[in-house]
């Protein structure tokens, strides 16, 4: 299958010759701009903003999945893969299947031949790709314009080399070009040059000369300015006839361009100590073909560290020098270099005497660019404000590079001058260590481990307070733990991270960024502060500001573009803890107590109804509780499947809301959040989290004085106790439960705790025990007319007659519970109900039979999305296969059991190892269920 697809000129693919249906105009434009960023993430915004321009409409974000769906449709199969990442799409391809970048290939081939008709043969095999402008069928020149900048630019330099290679070839046929090269770009030196050397070569001295002259006429007129050293030297030696105009054509406009120009070596000196980053190293390099790389993130992060670092390692492959300068986009002045101070600090640098530097900034940026058109440079632009701060200081050609730090995205850069961007995040763990380790020596971080890692943590891993916290240790030889314990401490955080000067204040550092803020971004970011992380998603954002999703989604899109937010998947965002400390801080400071409050109660209100609607579809028939809210809509699921999507994804969001809710005076939503999320987790098995989720309720509910929720937060903690073989803490919180209930007046609450006294002590393999309890939660349901709860403690009471060796009660208990499960629709009961025949069956040593029944419970249990209990039943499924002599199949149900497992991270995994590794080594296993435990259903 042989690909191709096509950017220079009208948008084109084909497989094996046949022509790609490529649909919508906006489609094609699509697939041009991440072809011409192959391999390289495009933001959704910025495709928005390629796409439709600044004035998008609010159903651009739809628009473009469908588009990308198409596109997606119409590459299939041909070995282009078009994928979404978090926060945007890219395009993977063989470079060679696209027209762009085979020319580029063919224009780097030419510039290394040192033959020149061989150049010139590359050079005209590269152009001859271009079939007219590229993206040439779009309406929209602006966009056209801003998304091939960079190929247009390698394409005049192409021509340009072409006739060069050309005229050292002996041709004498290339003046006419060349005169309409100059006119189309009258202030480019190079085309100029290669017509007076044309004429020159041809006789045509005089008109050589005027060449010059009206070039000089041009550049006088149009920017204030005189033609450069090389047009200089050139008319200098036509007038004398210097011999070195005899020479190849390359060598004279080397010569010419030759001489005592500056070569300013600008760099800042790197940072001493510079650690890890090793990735972003590597990607410098993949990149450092230009022209320009912007290393974009927030306050605090090593943009600057990082630039001059590579810099540094780079400069040799710019002898023309290095150019720096620090915009002070974020100084707390807050007053950016200009422009035109910029470029004049640059104009000097490269020996411009003063009376030639033109007064106006588009003068001084025309003649920057004609100084560095034929040279090779290192340009450092640190700590941009924006991109129109920076577009005057960007030169004209891809013979230089520039590298530029800011916390701004420059989303618009990367259309217009073919900006890679490279995001700089915190530091890694391993590359924080080594930052301390070379400022401190690993004597001193061996000495104290664990205040390391704490250090670390505390530093929130940016490389900006570690710097500090070290410089602090070397200087006052405090325990790394002395610090540590400041850190913690909320009042004395920022005077820890305090090394004297603005640029060392981490809380300065980061305020910079703040103050620039529109003032509702800057509203949203300080309530952000309240949120308790480690994510939040555009909904969740919207009712703790109590705005509309849209006006919220702009907001968050601010604070991003500001590097005050990360947006960790698409449509969900983050900060680091010091930015998060740093929010809370501006809240008490600039917003009062009340509106933070009922700002914290919207977004609780939000978590609670959207978590309690999704447990409602992810298990019908549990006991619904009377939960009160405040005016709010929850988020909306399509199925149950969507429900336990977001339950997952939110999930270690909700499990921090809960203390965080009782630390606020938040009792009741509190454990109305653990109620909520009971399901889920139970589903996943995770009942580490259910500790955590029920100890954090059980003293709101006390708090409150409300004995059914005392129950539930007792009963519940029990049993997660009882699954992570707690037993006796756990039956004391049984115990207390059935108190509880008792004043309470409560049966079906009394059911369901000797419902869960009997799981306690089926887990201990005390079936005399586990019985009991069984028929006493059996009574008191019947007492309360509870017939789901009946059906629970009927399919205990059978499971535990059965392992008592009364088999006929057993069956005749679950047929009965069978009937009320189905009543109720209660499919999780059901498939327990099934999963305790099964074992029936295979205790009788009939596997036969009871292979159907796990096969029931199986689906059952994969409807509602019961990972755990999934995988529990795979494995009585796979006994039975190994009592039949099926080992192959048993293997294959246990490698699933294994997968779901390991997808959970759950312990028991090892238990299925286990398994697998017994039969793989003799054929059958001493039996991961024997004797079996009752699934793990909850009440």
Known sequence: ????????????????????????????????????????????????ELLWGEDAPDSARRSLHAHVARLRRALADTGAELTGTAGGYLIRADPQTVDAYEFRALVQAARRSPVPVERARLLRRALDLWRGDALAELSESDLRTRICAEWDELRTQAVEERILADLDAGADDVVAELRGLVTASPSRERPVALLMLALYRTGRRAEAL??????????????????????DALHTAMLRDDPILDAPAQQVLQSTAAGPAAVPQELPSPVTGFAGRAGQLAELDRVRAGP?????????????????????????????????????GFDPDGRPVAPGEALRGFLDALGVPAERIPAGVAGQAGLFRSLLADRRMLVLLDNARDAEQVRPLLPGTAGSLVVLTSRSQLTSLVA??????????????????????????????????????????????????????????????????????ELADAAQRWAALDAGEPATQVQAVLSWSYTVLPPDAAHLFRLLGLHPGPEISVASAAALAGRPAAETQRLLTTLRRASMLVESAPGRYAFHDLLRAFAADLGHRHDDGASRQTARGRLLDHYVATACAADHLLNPARNAMVIRFEPTTPECFADYRAAADWLTVEQPVLLAALPAAADHG??????????????????????????????????????????PAQGLAHRLLGYALTLLLRYDEALDHLAAALTAYTEAGDQSGLGDTEYNISLLWSRQQIADRALQHAEHALAAYRLAGHRSGQAYALNSVGWHSAQLGDRRRGLDCCGQALELFREARDATGEAATWDSIGFFHS???????????????????????????????LNHLAEAQRAMGRTTAARDTWTAALDILLALDHPDAGNIRTALADLDQSGRTTGVGEPATHVTVMR
């Not at 943009?303 to 390692?313: R, Y």
């Not at 900006?419 to 401190?440: G, I, K, V, Y």
């Not at 040593?845 to 990972?867: K, M, T, V």
Request: proline share 4%; aromatic share 6%.
């Open 1 to 48: 299958m042989v690909l191709l697809m096509r950017i220079l000129g009208p948008v084109e693919a084909e497989v094996d010759g046949r022509a790609l249906a490529l649909g919508r105009r906006r489609e094609r434009c699509l697939l041009a701009v991440l072809l011409a960023r192959l391999g390289q993430v495009v933001s959704t915004e910025d495709l928005i």
């Open 843 to 873: 205790q009788k040593g009939d596997p036969d039979s009871a292979e159907p029944c796990y096969r029931r419970a199986l689906d059952l249990f994969r409807e509602q999305g019961d990972r755990y209990n999934e995988a529990d039943v």
């Open 666 to 707: 938040f009792e009741a939503r509190a454990w109305q959040l653990a109620w909520a999320l009971h399901t889920h987790l139970v589903r996943r098995g995770d009942w580490a989290a259910g500790e955590t989720a029920w100890r954090a309720a059980l003293p709101c509910a006390v708090k409150l004085g409300h004995l």
């Open 210 to 231: 005027d060449a010059y002259q009206d070039n000089y006429r041009h550049l006088v007129a149009a920017l204030g300015v005189e033609p450069g050293r090389m047009l």
């Open 292 to 328: 320009v790389i912007a290393i974009v993130g927030a306050g605090g992060v090593g943009k600057t560290t990082l630039a001059v670092h590579w810099a540094h390692h780079v400069r040799a492959e710019f002898p023309d020098g290095q150019l720096y300068v620090n915009l002070r």
């Open 416 to 485: 217009t001058h073919g900006t890679q961007p490279l995001a700089l995040d915190l530091l890694t763990e391993a590359d924080a260590r080594e930052l301390l380790a070379r400022r401190l020596g690993e004597g001193r971080l061996a000495a104290e481990p664990t205040a390391v890692t704490a250090l670390i943590r505390a530093c929130a891993r940016l490389p900006l307070a570690l710097a500090v916290a070290a410089a602090r240790l070397r200087y006052d030889d405090f325990p790394i733990a002395a610090v540590v314990a």
